[in-house]
């Protein structure tokens, strides 16, 4: 199912917007190791929902490499930065090394996955809350051929599919 990022585009970043406030409140350290964006190498997974990958696929600059089977971000850059910040998803927002940090993790997880999935209902949304390679899959292969995936654009194509129909 194609989704509209317009539909929820708004509520979606003032949520994140929300969000960043509690993390700045807490204040967690980042020595930028960027072994957030590693994900088998560190042990962890990135789940998020249908929504923010929709909005992250839209909004986000083309992805500086290719999609893998899970085991890396392709927006992680070869400094091991972010070159989506603006639009990633709650995961990427709430995750820190910090140790000082651990416990409030869970706790501002939850809080935010949970004003997350009111949203969701709320508009009538799908939640399909997978790994982020699962929902990039089809824009990456639905990419043209030789070329860096230019996923805003295949976006913008699936989102006038579905207009059409
Ligand atoms: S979207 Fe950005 S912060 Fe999130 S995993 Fe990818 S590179 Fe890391």
Redesign the pocket.
């Known amino acids: 199912m194609s989704l509209d990022p317009a539909q929820f585009r708004e509520p979606l970043l003032a949520l994140y917007s929300d969000l960043d406030e509690e993390i700045r409140r807490l204040a967690p350290v980042c020595e930028l190791s ?1 072994r ?2 590693r ?1 088998e190498e560190y042990g962890h997974t ?1 789940f998020l929902s249908a929504p923010e990958a929709a909005l ?1 696929i839209a909004d ?1 600059p083309s992805p500086t490499r290719p999609l893998d089977d899970g085991a ?6 070869t400094q091991g ?5 603006d ?3 709650i ?3 709430v ?1 820190f090394c910090d140790p000082l940090y651990q416990d409030h993790a869970p706790l501002v997880s939850e809080a935010f996955i949970g004003r997350l999935k009111a949203l969701v209902e709320a508009l009538e949304l799908p939640w399909d809350y997978a790994p ?1 390679h699962r929902h990039l899959r089809p824009f990456f292969e639905a990419a043209p051929q030789g070329d860096a995936p230019s996923i805003n654009l295949v976006v913008m194509n699936e989102i006038s599919d579905f207009d059409r129909t």
Do not use: E, I
């Not at 890396?72 to 850059?77: G, M």
């Open positions: 960027g957030c964006c994900f990135l992250l986000a890396t971000c392709p927006w992680q850059d930065r972010c070159s989506a910040r639009a990633r998803p995961g990427c927002r995750y982020l």
